[in-house]
């Protein structure tokens, strides 16, 4: 989805990353998106890893030429792209060790809580 200027905002239940090399790039909080919780948790785990995020105003071919994207969003964490439009994409090497990070903060947060969700 689009914001009214036309930047890449999200997907209709979730926010978008992609990947430009090794750079992970996200629409900006500016783009009218809702920074959820999982957003939140997937820029934390980025800066942890010492992965460089921009959060940036994105026109749509910029997605378009990406070397890999992921949804994200509380009921499906962190979902790799298979394909955008006609094109296929393969996943990038970065977003599995994402995805390994998330679970674990989810693991970790479960055993704090004491209960089994």
């Not at 914001?3 to 997907?11: E, K, M, N, P, Y």
């Not at 094109?87 to 089994?116: F, K, M, N, W």
């Amino acid at each position: 989805m689009l914001d009214i200027s036309g930047h890449l905002a999200c997907a209709s239940v979730a926010n978008i990353f992609f990947w430009e090399g090794d750079r992970l790039v996200t629409p900006a909080e500016e783009c009218g998106i809702l920074p959820g919780v999982t957003r939140a948790a997937i820029l934390a785990l980025a800066e942890r890893q010492k992965i460089n995020v921009v959060e940036d105003m994105i026109a749509p071919q910029r997605l378009a030429q990406c070397d890999g994207a992921f949804l994200t969003n509380s009921l499906i964490g962190v979902m790799p792209l298979s394909r955008i439009d006609e094109r296929d994409l393969a996943p990038h090497r970065v977003t599995a060790r994402l995805q390994a990070a998330y679970e674990l903060l989810l693991d970790a947060d479960i055993a704090d809580d004491g209960s089994d969700i």
